[in-house]
T-cell receptor, first 108, second 112 residues
């Protein structure tokens, strides 16, 4: 079983703060995906990273894939209340393995 | 905007009964998936389906589970004899060649 560990599990911050969440594994993945999930809804894909060392930006979100393709990070700049949600990473190999997620709350 | 749809949104059944969960993937997608998420736990892959056959399945997807694409639009997950531990949200997903996976809103299955 491939384990994907996400940290922190919970994060509660004020609007305007920066934050980074991490996704770590001992396994190498062909690609890694980040999703956001709202309560009672399905995950929504944010980004897919494929190449070791790859960095992708999506407005205030910056995603990085580790050089060895075993880990990834998501950095949010100037968080807003609308960023509140559960952030999931999923390693693809080719079966997707999801982490437990980081539950983010951004207070106004 | 195209979306994956799932029916029903909530299914309540008695232990031992058969259930069929239905999904309509995005029309031009070729790859279809079922996942489940037990309350408070992580999303777990069940099965992937391509070209009218299963391409990958997890340990969870045992003989009690089956999938079917009965026509050009529907993709179904059948659980033959439900157990209490089958209670979960079941998500259908689909993607095209670009691997951008779209999830449906889920079916909440409650086994009593």
């Amino acid at each position: 079983t491939q384990l994907l560990e996400q940290s922190p599990q919970f994060l509660s911050i004020q609007e305007g703060e920066n934050l980074t969440v991490y996704c770590n594994s001992s396994s190498v993945f062909s690609s890694l995906q980040w999703y956001r999930q709202e309560p009672g809804e399905g995950p929504v894909l944010l980004v897919t990273v494929v190449t070791g060392g790859e960095v992708k930006k999506l407005k205030r979100l910056t995603f990085q894939f580790g050089d060895a393709r075993k880990d990834s990070s998501l950095h949010i700049t100037a968080a807003q209340p609308g960023d509140t949600g559960l952030y999931l990473c999923a390693g693809v190999r080719p079966i997707p393995t999801f982490g437990r997620g980081t539950s983010l709350i951004v207070h106004p | 905007e195209p979306e994956v749809t799932q029916t029903p949104s909530h299914q309540v059944t008695q232990m031992g009964q058969e259930v069929i969960l239905r999904c309509v993937p995005i029309s031009n997608h070729l790859y279809f998936y079922w996942y489940r998420q037990i309350l408070g736990q992580k999303v777990e892959f069940l099965v992937s389906f391509y070209n009218n056959e299963i391409s990958e399945k997890s340990e969870i997807f045992d003989d009690q589970f089956s999938v079917e694409r009965p026509d050009g639009s529907n993709f179904t997950l059948k659980i033959r004899s439900t157990k209490l531990e089958d209670s979960a949200m079941y998500f259908c997903a689909s993607n095209g060649a670009d691997n951008e996976q779209f999830f449906g809103p889920g079916t909440r299955l409650t086994v009593l």
